[in-house]
């Protein structure tokens, strides 16, 4: 491996068979000592980790992403006002909002497809699809946290639905 | 933990209700029933392979997982019966029976039935 690095500036060296201890000040100067092979193993671990929170980063940017291309491209599309996705306890709801009241039994059978597509496709992103008419948010809290949701598609009704009787 | 004979039961008994109960007077019960009947055969199932699900989510993953074909018929009544119970909103009738419990339903069973449980 190179000496040089992007700074041009020498680099510390930390071997994990070193012998030596290192000893560690880290930005609130609570210094600490470790051996190198802790030292080493601990760098090797938050790189790991940074490079796993990038690669879910991406990953789940492709999930949302193919949300939103399989709406545009729903042969129902004219049954959807909005998509909004929610953390819950047990992973993600996927909640479909049709402009119409009442069930659409009619899009059942393509909601099952899609999740059984992000199953395959996404098997880390726990997920549930839900249809649900437009509803103010009240009654939306019942079923997902909307102030922690991302709407994915579509645009938030500008005077909410009444709240139903 | 309910052996598959006890699941099978407990689906029949729910279902027998279904006959007593006017799905135009009471849809969102109807649907929900609909629903926790198929729950019921859906655990036979596990327990006849020697599986089971201890919540809601555990299930569907294992149906999405195992028995795609079978989380089809499942994942619209569950729909059903989650809007029924929350949304206070009126759930009207047209298709509640129609659709769920004389549609999915029996297809769900038939499903089962071709893993080799005998339901009937």
Known sequence: MS?????????????????????????????????????????????????????????????????????DNWEFKSELSRILVAPCDAGLNLTIVTPKSGHQYQIEDSLTNLELDLFAKYPKCILRIVQLPELPTESLDAFFKVETSIQLYGDSPETPPASAA | ??????????????????????????????????????????????????????????????????????????????????????????MKHEGVKADLVDARLPRLKQLIEDQGLKIA
């Open chain 2, 1 to 90: 933990m309910a052996t598959v004979q006890k699941h099978l039961q407990q689906a029949r008994h729910n279902e027998s209700l279904l006959q007593k109960l006017s799905s135009t007077e009471f849809p969102d019960w109807y649907g929900t029933i609909a629903f926790y009947s198929a729950i019921h055969y859906v655990e036979a199932l596990f327990r006849h392979f020697g599986a089971s699900s201890h919540d809601h989510r555990q299930r569907e993953y294992l149906l999405k997982e195992s028995y795609p074909a079978i989380f089809k018929q499942y994942r619209p009544l569950l729909n059903w019966s989650m809007t029924a119970r929350y949304d206070c909103s009126k």
């Open chain 1, 3 to 71: 000496d040089s690095t992007r700074s041009g500036i020498q680099p510390l060296h930390l071997n994990s068979g070193d012998k030596r201890e290192v000893v560690v000040t880290p930005a609130d100067q609570d210094r600490f000592v470790l051996s190198a092979k802790a030292a080493a193993n601990a760098c090797k671990s938050a790189v790991d980790r940074e490079l796993e929170e990038k690669e879910w980063q991406e990953y789940f940017k492709n999930f949302l992403n193919s949300i939103v291309q399989w709406a």
